[in-house]
């Protein structure tokens, strides 16, 4: 059983989740929203929240802990110098996960996560 097991496992093996992870991600920071499966959308949450809290701090540990979390090293200092300023003030929340109902070919509850303004 799988009591206080946390995370979802996607049917992918651990490479091919972790990867799909750093790719939504790197597409929510590139593009500030991004449209996909609900389940995903929950998944990264707390991902790109994390990585902004560190681009909040700004200093080199953090910036190297989020460069090697994303795969595009420009986006690195949009995060830092971009998206992190505008949450100065924010204690935390910098997304938002708004349902958009199913998919139309396979039924998936698609989602739009994006950044909160």
Known sequence: MRHAVAGRKLSRPTDHRLALYRNLVTSL????????TE???????GQAEHLITLGKRGDLHARRQVQA?????????????????????RPGG???????????????AMAQIQLVE
């Open 29 to 36: 920071i590139r593009y500030e929203k991004i449209i996909t």
């Open 94 to 108: 910098y997304t938002r996960v708004i349902k958009l109902g199913p998919r139309r070919g396979d039924a998936a």
């Open 69 to 89: 979390s994303l795969y595009d090293a420009q986006l690195v200092d949009k995060l830092i110098h971009v998206i992190a300023p505008r949450y100065a003030e």
């Open 39 to 45: 389940a995903k959308a929950k998944e990264i949450r």
